[in-house]
């Protein structure tokens, strides 16, 4: 049942706990403006404060819009049952990833939760819980301030920044200078791709132009970068280069996967879980690459 409380009333200190997204927070503005708060946030009210948990977007747009009493649902009468309810209901919430994983982490950290605990509570594996907390812990504070804050998609993150990390010679501290310079300007992940291969494979003068903040222009010298003696554009032989790296991590995960020095469970209960995604995407990989094979052989 929800209730009207005061907006001044929330303790706001999950708020780095959320994803922020501009775009979306201009959305629910104009949509409060409009027909005011149609969803009641969400929080725990302790005997310390009343701590808002979900509802952080709408918290905002009820202080420019000048709402000072808000719809309102309790989820407990302390912090950590009212992290699980909300993460139990994550799909409902859109909880991210990463924002699953930030709670997992104070789940385990701050609440004195075991990983057991936590994943019977949430009904989820010990693998899920252990991937969550791994995740946020390899995230330098470069990062993790860029992702949170929004200046920086987690698309490219998870999908391309990750992958270069595999790359021997790429230190987190280039990660860190690479998210620094193209964080916050309004990049689309396309662009944010082709300036992470040449920050990443491309020569030293790319790589200093775009730590000096040249993003326009080396965007322009890639675009403009003529084919080479072999007849390949930029774009084919970042594409070259990584079917090479494919089929070197193919040869070395299908020899590794044999070897008897794998025992422990922590391993394959996280292996288990990687394998799975893995193999759910073996159809569409092998229908695509038969497909380029076919094409690429009759050019």
């Given at each position: ?75 407990g009468?302390d ?16 909880l991210?990833?990463l ?20 994943a ?31 200046t ?26 690479f998210?620094?310079?193209?964080a ?14 040449a ?50 991590y193919?040869r ?16 394959y209960?996280q ?14 990989f092998?229908?695509?690459m ?10």
């Amino acid at each position: 049942m929800s209730e009207f409380v005061e907006l001044s009333s929330f303790d706001l200190r999950y708020e780095s706990h959320r994803l922020r997204d501009d775009g979306r927070e201009a959305r629910v503005l104009a949509s409060m403006a409009q027909r005011g708060i149609e969803k009641p946030l969400e929080g725990v009210d302790t005997p310390q404060a009343r701590f808002l948990l979900n509802g952080f977007k709408r918290h905002r747009s009820a202080e420019k819009l000048g709402i000072a009493c808000v719809p309102y649902v309790s989820l407990g009468s302390d912090e950590a049952t009212g992290i699980l309810s909300l993460m139990r209901a994550s799909t409902d919430h859109g909880l991210g990833l990463l924002e699953q994983a930030r709670f997992v982490d104070d789940l385990l950290t701050v609440h004195g939760m075991s990983l057991t605990e936590v994943a019977e509570t949430l009904g989820r594996s010990k693998a899920w819980v252990s991937l969550r907390r791994s995740l946020l812990a390899e995230l330098s504070g470069v990062v993790r301030e860029a992702l949170f804050r929004g200046t920086f998609p987690v698309y490219c993150y998870l999908y391309t920044l990750r992958s270069f990390k595999r790359v021997n010679g790429v230190t987190p501290e280039q990660i860190d200078r690479f998210v620094a310079a193209v964080a916050g300007r309004g990049l689309s992940v396309r662009e944010i791709e082709l300036l992470a291969d040449a920050y990443f494979r491309g020569p030293a003068s790319l790589r200093e132009a775009i730590e000096a903040g040249k993003l326009g222009w080396s965007l322009d010298q890639m675009k403009q970068v003529p084919q080479d003696q072999e007849g390949c554009s930029e774009f084919e032989r970042i594409l070259l280069a990584d079917l090479e790296t494919l089929q070197t991590y193919l040869r070395r995960v299908l020899t590794k996967s044999l070897d008897p020095r794998l025992t422990s469970r922590a391993f394959y209960a996280q292996a288990n879980l990687l394998s799975g995604a893995l193999l759910s995407q073996l159809p569409t990989f092998q229908e695509r690459m038969k497909e380029f094979h076919d094409r690429s052989g009759q050019a």
